[in-house]
C-alpha cells in the first residue's frame, strides 16, 4: 500500500521569502502525485500534479514542484511567499490503473509573517 | 454552485444518535469518496464508490455506512454516532486524470 510522509507540521517564514515543504512517499510503481492546500474553513484545491515526464511541474499560484525518484520524495517550492499562502498544505500519492486511490500525507500547516 | 455540495455543513448531535451527511455532485464523476479529517492525521478515506452498484470500505471504515443513490449522490451514514467520531468530513469526486475535487465539508461534533 503507498503511503505519504509530511515531516514538517508546522513552517513559519516571512512574506517574500522562499518556502519549501517536503514530501516522501512510498510505493512500488511509479507514483501519480498531487499537492493540494487547504484554507481555513475550505476544501481542498489541487496545486499540481505529477503524472509521467518532466520531473519539475508547474501549478498554481506561483508553485512548483519537483519529483525525485531516487529519493521518494516530490517537494514543493515558491520563490517568494505571499501573505495569502497561509494554509495547510497535503501532499498526496495516487494509484490508478482501474481503481483510483489517493492517500494524503498528514499536512503542513503554513504560517506567514510580515 | 458548487461542483460537490455536501449538507449539513455543521452538525451537533449526541452519542447514538444515527446521522446522515450528504453529498451530491454536478461533475459528471462516476467515482466519488467519503474522506475524514482530524487536525495532525490529514485526510483518511472512509469508502469510496466507483459506481452506483461499486462499493468499497477504505481505512477507516468501521462505524460507518453509505449509500449510493445515483452518480451524483453519495451519503454517509454513522449508525449510532460516538464522540470520537468528531471531524471534519468531507466528499469528493475524481476526473479521470486523478484530480479530486472536494465539497466544502462537514463538521461533525458527537457529545
Known amino acids: 500500500a503507498q503511503s505519504v510522509t509530511q515531516p514538517d507540521i508546522h513552517i513559519t517564514v516571512s512574506e517574500g521569502a522562499s518556502l519549501e515543504l517536503r514530501c516522501n512517499y512510498s510505493?512500488?510503481?511509479?507514483?501519480?502525485l498531487f499537492w493540494y492546500v487547504q484554507s481555513p474553513g475550505q476544501g481542498l484545491q489541487l496545486l499540481l500534479k505529477y503524472f509521467s515526464g518532466d520531473t519539475l511541474v508547474q501549478g498554481i499560484k506561483g508553485f512548483e514542484a519537483e519529483f525525485k525518484r531516487s529519493q521518494s520524495s516530490f517537494n514543493l517550492r515558491k520563490p517568494s511567499v505571499h501573505w495569502s499562502d497561509a494554509a495547510e498544505y497535503f501532499c498526496?500519492?495516487?494509484?490508478?490503473?482501474?481503481?483510483?486511490?489517493?492517500?494524503f500525507g498528514t499536512g503542513t500547516k503554513l504560517q506567514v509573517i510580515p | 454552485d458548487a461542483d460537490v455540495t455536501q449538507t449539513p455543513r455543521n452538525r451537533i448531535t449526541k452519542t447514538g444518535k444515527r446521522i446522515m451527511l450528504e453529498c451530491s455532485q454536478t461533475k459528471g464523476h462516476d467515482r466519488m469518496y467519503w474522506y475524514r479529517q482530524d487536525p495532525g492525521l490529514g485526510l483518511r478515506l472512509i469508502y469510496y464508490s466507483f459506481d452506483v452498484k461499486d462499493i468499497n470500505k477504505g481505512e477507516i471504515s468501521d462505524g460507518y455506512s453509505v449509500s449510493r443513490q445515483a452518480q451524483a449522490k453519495f451519503s454517509l451514514s454513522l449508525e449510532s454516532a460516538i464522540p470520537n467520531q468528531t471531524a471534519l468530513y468531507f466528499c469528493a469526486t475524481i476526473s479521470l486524470s486523478g484530480e479530486l475535487f472536494f465539497g466544502e465539508g462537514s463538521r461533525l461534533t458527537v457529545l
Open positions: 498526496a500519492v495516487g494509484v490508478s490503473g482501474g481503481y483510483q486511490k489517493v492517500t
Open positions: 510505493y512500488g510503481a511509479t507514483p501519480y
